[in-house]
C-alpha cells in the first residue's frame, strides 16, 4: 500500500515555462515533506521541504504547496530550465526519521 | 571528500560471493541509513542506524547485514543475494532533529549491484 504517489511518471515542459509536479499521501500522520531531485548516476539530492503547520515555501525558482485537506503537495518551477531535467521525488515523514517516498516523476524540460 | 561517499559504485556478484558496500558521511551527522531502488519502485528503506544504534530494520533478508562502527561509517554486508537483489543501494545521512524540523536525509551516489 503505497502512502505517497506521484502519479504521472513523466512531465515534459518548455523553458521558461512553469512545471507543476504533484504528490499525493494518505497517511494523515505525516507532518513534514519534502523534494528531492535526482540525476542519472547520482544520489537524490534535497531540493525543499514544507512543515504541515505552512501551506507554501519558497526558495528561489522553488515553491511548494502544501493543502492538508486535500492530503496534496505540489512543487513549482518557475522559470523552468534545461538543468532542471531531472527524476523528482516527493517523500514524508510522520516524525523520527524514516522517510516515505513517491516512484517520481521525470521532469524533461525542453528548449 | 564532502557530503555522503559509497564505494564501490558498481558491484556484479554471484549469488555464492560476499561483499561489501561502504558508506562514509563527512557531515557530521548521527543517524545513517540503507535504502534499496528498484526499477519503477519508490526508495525502499532497509535500515536505520542512529547514534550508531540499529533503530528500524524493515523486515529485510538476512543475506543483508549492516553494521555501523561509527557515526561515520556504514557498511553493508551481502552474502547469497539472489538475481532479484539487483538494484541502486543508496546510502543517506541525517542529523536528528525536533520533531517537525530538519529532517532532510543527504544521500551518497549508490551503488550499482547486479546479481548474477
Known amino acids: 500500500d503505497q502512502q505517497v504517489k506521484q502519479n504521472s511518471p513523466s512531465l515534459s515542459v518548455q523553458e521558461g515555462r512553469i512545471s507543476i509536479l504533484n504528490c499525493d499521501y494518505t497517511n494523515s500522520m505525516f507532518d513534514y515533506f519534502l523534494w528531492y531531485k535526482k540525476y542519472p548516476a547520482e544520489g537524490p539530492t534535497f531540493l525543499i521541504s514544507i512543515s504541515s503547520i505552512k501551506d507554501k515555501n519558497e526558495d528561489g525558482r522553488f515553491t511548494v504547496f502544501l493543502n492538508k485537506s486535500a492530503k496534496h503537495l505540489s512543487l513549482h518551477i518557475v522559470p523552468s530550465q534545461p538543468g532542471d531535467s531531472a527524476v523528482y521525488f516527493c517523500a514524508a515523514t510522520g516524525g523520527g526519521n524514516k522517510l516515505t517516498f513517491g516512484t517520481g516523476t521525470q521532469l524533461k524540460v525542453e528548449l | 571528500e564532502t557530503g555522503v561517499t559509497q564505494t564501490p559504485r558498481h558491484l556484479v556478484m554471484g549469488m555464492t560471493n560476499k561483499k561489501s558496500l561502504k558508506c562514509e558521511q563527512h557531515l557530521g551527522h548521527n543517524a545513517m541509513y540503507w535504502y534499496k531502488q528498484s526499477a519503477k519502485k519508490p526508495l525502499e528503506l532497509m535500515f536505520v542506524?542512529?547514534?550508531?544504534?540499529?533503530?528500524e530494520n524493515n523486515s529485510v533478508p538476512s543475506r543483508f547485514s549492516p553494521e555501523c562502527p561509527n557515526s561515520s561509517h556504514l557498511f553493508l554486508h551481502l552474502h547469497t543475494l539472489q538475481p532479484e537483489d539487483s538494484a541502486l543501494y543508496l546510502c543517506?545521512?541525517?542529523?536528528?532533529?525536533?520533531?517537525?524540523?530538519?529532517?532532510?536525509?543527504?544521500f551518497g551516489p549508490g551503488t550499482r549491484l547486479t546479481v548474477t
Open positions: 542506524y542512529s547514534l550508531e544504534e540499529r533503530v
Open positions: 543517506a545521512s541525517s542529523q536528528e532533529a525536533p520533531s517537525g524540523m530538519g529532517r532532510e536525509q543527504y
